[in-house]
């Protein structure tokens, strides 16, 4: 049970590249975050799903795509990478449960950096 | 939307001291309150959380308190020790029928001195 995956976990891009960021979970959990983590900005919602082919906007959508064509997996997009999307970038799930906790379970990170 | 307010944004303090974390939210609808703490590389954690229909949680050296009337919840970590160095977020969170978003406080980062 590896939990939350997060592939690559280190990412060098220059301006104008594109690349996928995999998120991949086998807790059969129904809901599926990313995040970015800025130095004193917290954790920023990006995407979410609450479901396999469901997606929906966080806090800062803007120049990120996700899809979730399969349950276990959830996958970050940048189609045009820019500077100000240099971060650490961190996948989680979770499931609401009898108690409806909405408790996080994040992947180890991906640090990217955009030239 | 919901917004989270948390204070400070650093804490330092003596090892065996106390620390207390604030946060506040906006959105009277949540009714969870997780604390995550993120060591200096690694991902975040639960460490504890409250529901709104509990005013106090404790688990050993950690307790939560939440003021549902004044929007305000807070993490108390008693007799600090050095492994307590870390970045502590606070979050709420409305539970959905399409699920729900955790909003998270931007971080207190805590130093215990020795």
């Known amino acids: 049970n590896a939990g939350v995956t997060q592939t690559p976990k280190f990412r060098v891009l220059k301006t104008g590249q594109s690349m996928t960021l995999l998120c991949a979970q086998d807790m059969n959990h129904e809901y599926m975050y990313w995040y970015r983590q800025d130095p004193g900005m917290g954790l920023r919602l990006i995407h979410y799903s609450v479901g396999e082919g469901t997606t929906a906007k966080g806090e800062v959508p803007d120049g990120y795509n996700v899809s979730r064509l399969k349950k276990q997996n959830f996958l970050l997009g940048l189609e045009s990478a820019a500077p100000s999307q240099t971060s650490v970038y961190f996948c989680?799930?979770?499931?609401?449960?009898?108690?409806?906790?909405?408790?996080?379970?994040f992947g180890a990170g991906t640090r990217l950096s955009v030239l | 939307g919901e917004n989270v307010e948390q204070h400070p944004s650093t804490l330092s303090v003596q090892e065996g001291d106390s620390a207390v974390i604030k946060c506040t939210y906006s959105?009277?609808?949540?009714?969870?309150f997780p604390w995550y703490k993120q060591e200096l590389g690694k991902r975040p954690q639960l460490i504890i959380d409250i529901r709104s229909n509990v005013g106090e949680k404790k688990d050993q050296r950690i307790a939560v308190t939440l003021n549902k009337t004044a929007k305000h919840f807070s993490l108390h970590i008693t007799e600090t020790q050095p492994e307590d160095s870390a970045v502590y977020f606070c979050a709420a969170s409305a539970a959905l029928g399409l699920g729900s978003q955790i909003i998270f406080g931007k971080g207190t980062r805590l130093h215990i001195l020795p």
């Open positions: 989680a799930s979770s499931y609401l449960g009898v108690e409806a906790k909405n408790i996080q379970y």
């Open positions: 959105d009277s609808a949540s009714n969870y």
